[in-house]
């Protein structure tokens, strides 16, 4: 058997955030339950008396014209004072329950009480129902046998009518309906026989199930303003949410500008003295002022010069990433060669190549048109392509470079390797900014990560597309695709009116 500290780790790990807001949620409820007056939550008990005072204000006039046709209709069987005066009490109490819902309905929802109002309303309502069970006098002002249907149809009427009103406040549901129903039955009762007795138990029931129907009429309007309630709560959460994603955009944007202008800012003050430390390492590897007496001067000043070069790379990478990112760069467009451009880059790269005992290859398509795009940004993208392959190939491996015609009319330019390959669930983040690989952190020849990223931004600035493909062990293959649209095929010539109408008579 578990011991008592494993469970609760085990209840500790299962509670996520989910589950602490279920549980904070369980106990607001709680704690509103505690400090209601109806039993449910205190801040339901406004919803419910506000809908108990309109329910009132709304059957005021019916329930007053029904007690007039009752009062008028009795009046076959007793005296006209006693059926006046019956209905008049009954009105003159609905008047006053009404009033009390109107005042309700007008007071301030700051100064709401509940006990307070709760007692009002009872009290009103409870005076509502001894009117009501004035109709045991009937019997007494007339001793015709045939009142106790009438009676019988009277109090069902009254019960009926004053527990579909007050539904919202079970107390006055029973204060304005229990009167008449005692009153009514024990006259019943005392008049004897068994139509009477039979009666007397139906209006018994009767009572019970009305009660009944009026506490489910007020559970389903507590089940709508809890949802009601639950889908603002939503709303106010999803507000919320709203803008504290807006704050964090606004925050992650000024970040960015922030970023861009440092770069911006702090790009010539790096430059500057990176190009005197390139350029004075590279007087000191060349011995251009004569040989060095200690001969590792030399090996040192070549370290110098490869790590500037590496360092001017990554300034420049990460100038050109920011500049992209904050929309500032711009393509210098012309009709361009992609074939001449590959070409250019498969030259400069073939030295590092040989370096590594790669073998390079090249491969164009027969008679591709120019391309409308930017010479520079799409030389860098070539170089990064061909720098990335080479990098990541083992020695003795083979890189082809292909510039052809895509699918759908475009060019694409093409970098595939027999490297090892990266696993796929690493490809997301190798196509991200300053994302790396695993194979990069195990070779010598690492970077910044960004070289990809920049690809992937000018070809979304050219309206390309920058494709990835790649297997362990089966090698990675790069496309970079450039529409249809960019692509400037020759049209054909445009002949004269009077050549066209010849060709056409001597074709027909």
Not at 237 to 262: G, T, V, W, Y
Not at 339 to 359: F, H, N, T
Not at 385 to 398: C, E, V, Y
Request: net charge neutral; proline share 4%; with cysteine.
């Amino acid at each position: 058997m578990a011991s008592q500290p494993a469970v609760i780790d085990d209840v500790r790990s299962l509670m996520g955030r989910d589950g602490r807001r279920g549980a904070q949620k369980t106990v607001v409820d709680a704690r509103q339950r505690l400090t209601s007056s109806s039993g449910t939550r205190a801040d339901f008990d406004f919803e419910l008396m506000q809908d108990y005072a309109q329910s009132r204000i709304n059957a005021a006039l019916p329930i007053a014209i029904i007690v007039m046709l009752l009062s008028a209709i009795s009046s076959l069987w007793v005296p006209v004072p006693f059926s006046a005066l019956w209905a008049g009490m009954v009105i003159l109490s609905l008047l006053i329950t009404t009033m009390i819902a109107r005042r309700f309905r007008d007071s301030e929802p700051a100064r709401f009480n509940a006990r307070q109002w709760t007692t009002t309303f009872v009290a009103g309502e409870t005076l509502h129902g001894i009117a009501w069970s004035m109709l045991a006098l009937f019997t007494v002002a007339s001793a015709n046998e045939t009142l106790s249907p009438l009676l019988f149809a009277m109090v069902l009427v009254s019960v009926a009518a004053n527990a579909v009103a007050s539904h919202t406040l079970p107390p006055a549901t029973l204060v304005a309906t229990l009167p008449a129903t005692v009153t009514v039955s024990g006259s019943l009762i005392l008049m004897g026989g068994t139509l009477n007795y039979t009666l007397a138990a139906v209006v018994i029931c009767g009572e019970v199930f009305f009660v009944y129907l009026a506490r489910q009429l007020r559970g389903t309007v507590l089940e709508t303003i809890s949802h009601q309630a639950e889908k603002d709560t939503l709303i106010s959460e999803l507000e919320e949410a709203r803008h504290m994603s807006d704050e964090a955009r606004r925050h992650a944007e000024q970040a960015n500008i922030a970023k861009s202008q440092f770069l911006a800012t702090m790009s010539h003050e790096l430059r500057t003295p990176l190009n005197a430390i390139i350029g004075f390492s590279e007087v000191l590897k060349s011995e251009l002022l004569g040989a060095h007496q200690v001969p590792q001067y030399k090996e040192y000043a070549g370290d110098i010069h490869a790590s500037g070069q590496h360092l001017l790379n990554l300034i420049n990478e990460l100038l050109d990433l920011s500049r992209i990112e904050a929309g500032k760069y711009e393509l210098n467009e012309e009709a361009i060669s992609v074939v001449d451009i590959a070409a250019d880059c498969r030259r400069m790269m073939e030295l590092r190549a040989k370096a590594k005992g790669i073998e390079l290859v090249f491969s164009a398509g027969e008679n591709l048109p120019k391309l409308w795009g930017d010479e520079r940004a799409i030389r860098q993208v070539v170089l990064n392509l061909l720098s990335n392959a080479i990098k990541f190939t083992p020695q003795h491996g083979r890189i082809v470079l292909v510039v052809q015609r895509s699918a759908d009319g475009g060019q694409m330019i093409s970098v595939k390797d027999n490297g090892p390959g990266i696993p796929e669930e690493e490809i997301a983040t190798v196509l991200s900014s300053f994302g790396q690989g695993s194979l990069a952190h195990k070779t010598a020849e690492q970077g910044a990560g960004l070289g990809l990223p920049i690809v992937q931004k000018i070809m979304e600035l050219h309206q390309g597309r920058f494709d990835l493909f790649s297997k362990l062990r089966f090698g990675t293959e790069v496309i970079a695709t450039f529409p249809r649209a960019r692509v400037m095929d020759a049209l054909a010539p445009v002949m004269p009116k009077r050549a066209r109408l010849e060709i056409y008579s001597a074709a027909g």
